[in-house]
C-alpha cells in the first residue's frame, strides 16, 4: 500500500513568517503534485513536480521532489493571511491520487 | 469555460437511507474520478472511469457503493443503506486524456457533495 505522511498536521504562524511543509513515503511516484483547499471547495492544483530533484518555484511558494522521488517539500516564504488553506500532498503512478491527510495552515495577521 | 460541478452540494441522510451523488466533469474529458475525503483528512480515492468503462473501484469501501457513467460524461454515485461512517465529502475530479505511466494529466475537482448521515 503506497502511503504518504505530511507533517506537520497543522500549522499557526503569524503573518511575514516562513515554513515548510513535508510529505514522505517510502514508495517511489512518478509524479507528486501540491494541492491547496479552500473549505467548502475542492482542491487546486498548485503544482507538479516529475523529476528528481526538481525545485519548481510559484511566487512564494518553493516546492521541491527529493531525488529518490519519494518526498517532496513545500516552502512559503513570508506567508499572508492569504495562504491559509488546507494543503494536500498527492503522489500518483498510474493516474489515481494518493493524497497525503494534509497540512491545516492558518496564517494570523 | 465551466469546470467541474456536483449535486447535490449538501445532503443530510437517516441511515438506512440510499442517497445518489451526480458529478458533471469538463466537457470532453475522458478520465473520471471519484474520492472520499472525511474532516480533515486528505482525499481517498473510491473509483475511476474512463469514457464509460469503469477501469478501477478497489478503492470503493463496500458493496453499499456503486459508480456509474452510462454514457461516458456524468456520473452518479449511489450510496445504499447509508452508516454514519459513510459521512463524508464526496469529491469528483475529471481530466482530459487517460493517464499514462509516468506522466500525470491534471484532475480538475469539483466542489465536493459533504453527506451527512444521521
Known amino acids: 500500500t503506497q502511503l504518504l505522511e505530511q507533517s506537520p498536521q497543522f500549522l499557526s504562524i503569524q503573518e511575514g513568517e516562513n515554513l515548510t511543509v513535508y510529505c514522505n513515503s517510502s514508495?517511489?511516484?512518478?509524479?507528486l503534485q501540491w494541492y491547496r483547499q479552500e473549505p467548502g471547495e475542492g482542491p487546486v492544483l498548485l503544482v507538479t513536480?516529475?523529476?528528481?530533484?526538481e525545485v519548481k518555484k510559484l511566487k512564494r511558494l518553493t516546492f521541491q521532489f527529493g531525488d529518490a522521488r519519494k518526498d517532496s517539500s513545500l516552502h512559503i516564504t513570508a506567508a499572508q493571511p492569504g495562504d491559509t488553506g488546507l494543503y494536500l500532498c498527492?503522489?500518483?503512478?498510474?493516474?489515481?491520487?494518493?493524497f497525503g491527510q494534509g497540512t491545516t495552515l492558518q496564517v494570523k495577521p | 469555460g465551466a469546470g467541474v460541478s456536483q449535486s447535490p452540494r449538501y445532503k443530510v441522510a437517516k441511515r438506512g437511507q440510499d442517497v445518489a451523488l451526480r458529478c458533471d466533469p469538463i466537457?470532453?474529458?475522458?478520465?473520471l474520478f471519484w474520492y472520499q475525503q472525511a474532516l480533515g483528512q486528505g482525499p481517498e480515492f473510491l473509483t475511476y472511469?474512463?469514457?464509460?468503462?469503469?477501469?478501477?473501484k478497489s478503492g470503493l469501501p463496500s458493496d453499499r457503493f456503486f459508480a456509474e457513467r452510462p454514457e461516458g460524461s456524468v456520473s452518479t454515485l449511489k450510496i445504499q443503506r447509508t452508516q454514519q461512517e459513510d459521512s463524508a465529502v464526496y469529491l469528483c475530479?475529471?481530466?482530459?486524456?487517460?493517464?499514462?505511466?509516468?506522466?500525470?494529466?491534471?484532475?480538475?475537482f469539483g466542489p465536493g457533495t459533504r453527506l451527512l448521515v444521521l
Open positions: 498527492a503522489g500518483s503512478n498510474t493516474g489515481k491520487l494518493i
Open positions: 514508495s517511489v511516484f512518478s509524479s
Open positions: 513536480v516529475v523529476t528528481g530533484g
Open positions: 475530479a475529471s481530466s482530459l486524456m487517460r493517464p499514462t505511466s509516468g506522466a500525470q494529466e491534471t484532475q480538475y
Open positions: 466537457s470532453g474529458h475522458v478520465s
Open positions: 472511469f474512463q469514457n464509460e468503462a469503469q477501469l478501477d
